[in-house]
């Protein structure tokens, strides 16, 4: 019944991840980038990916951070061509926002999302490793001059940054920026050497409604997660959904939720085959199972998801997972065997 549905319509929400290389550490960060293997997608490539075109919202990303492109500005303007319906937004640090990145991100995108964790120097310098708080915050008023799109300052929010968020609206307001976001951190799974401490995540002490209240009088949107961090309409339609995704390996992965990956892999010229991407075995069974309350329980990936989220205490996750035999893998849950598309 759900096998083909929608099997013909291109996606309409895409995240493409164009390397997976960063010039920062944030010291929350859940990537080893010490071992990573360098990659950057090819501007041919995208040329190539006319199932662009049926977006009706696209985020320019990376694993990584995607101003270290070399090509970025090549490739942010073949975006917004191969897209024209689509609101684009970058997703980004915000170090490389000047130059010529700035002006093709200014002329192509409609919103800019700066994950940008600290706005002192002090909870800056605390919480990321590796970067330029003079040029981050010098970026930061650069932008506050551009009138036609909308910026949104990001946070995870930790011990060392908590007071930051407050000067962050100010900010905001300041520079007539739209949202600020604060997202709840999660325990890393492996921790690195530049990492914060466990007790930096414990940030029950935040203040909410005084912070929305301040939001409000200053006309700043606040947004602070607390869910999973995606809309139903994406856990419940997975045909409308497309993440190209490029972890540290350097090989790409395909996802069809922004929650779990269903284990399939890819080489980077696999990605201009809309068919093979959007209408292989895997996302023909997640179609047909993910709706079917008689066939759910042969997905675990979704029947998972469902029945827990990102709050959940390690130990129900445990004993969830022994009851539907999931099988784990250095810490994280796997679902499928992979499913190589060539």
């Not at 915000?94 to 994950?115: E, M, P, R, Y």
């Not at 959904?241 to 269903?262: A, D, N, T």
């Not at 023909?284 to 979704?302: D, G």
């Amino acid at each position: 019944m759900y096998s083909d549905v929608h099997a013909s319509d291109y996606p309409k929400h895409v995240t493409l991840c164009i390397t997976n290389i960063c010039q920062q550490r944030c010291r929350f960060c859940h990537f080893d980038h010490e071992g990573r293997t360098d990659k950057f997608i090819s501007p041919e490539t995208i040329e190539g990916m006319d199932w662009l075109e049926g977006a009706e919202s696209l985020c320019i990303s990376g694993s990584g951070e995607a101003l270290v492109h070399p090509q970025y500005t090549r490739i942010i303007q073949t975006v917004r061509k191969k897209a024209p319906r689509a609101k684009l937004m970058l997703y980004t640090n915000g170090l490389g926002l000047f130059g010529k990145n700035l002006d093709a991100t200014l002329q192509c995108v409609d919103i800019i999302h700066i994950s940008q964790n600290a706005v002192t120097e002090k909870a800056y310098n605390a919480v990321i490793m590796g970067g330029n708080y003079k040029l981050a915050m010098n970026n930061l008023r650069n932008l506050s001059k551009w009138g036609k799109g909308e910026v949104h300052l990001s946070f995870v929010l930790l011990k060392e940054n908590m007071d930051d968020i407050r000067r962050a609206i100010h900010i905001a307001a300041d520079y007539g920026f739209k949202k600020v976001i604060v997202r709840y951190p999660t325990q890393l799974i492996r921790k690195f050497s530049y990492s914060l401490p466990s007790e930096s995540m414990d940030v029950h002490t935040f203040d909410i409604p005084f912070h929305q209240q301040l939001a409000e009088s200053k006309g700043v949107e606040f947004v602070h997660n607390r869910d999973r961090g995606c809309g139903d309409s994406l856990c419940w339609q997975p045909w409308t959904y497309l993440l190209v995704y490029l972890p540290p390996s350097g090989e790409f992965s395909i996802h069809y939720c922004c929650r779990q990956s269903p284990q399939i892999h890819c080489k980077e010229k696999t990605l201009t085959d809309f068919d093979k991407l959007f209408n292989n075995s895997r996302i023909a069974f997640i179609r047909k199972t993910v709706n079917n309350s008689e066939l759910l329980p042969a997905n675990k990936m979704c029947l998972a998801c469902r029945m827990s989220s990102r709050f959940t205490s390690s130990e129900e996750k445990v004993a969830f997972q022994e009851k539907m035999h999931i099988k784990q893998k250095d810490g994280k849950s796997v679902f499928f065997d992979v499913l190589n598309l060539e």
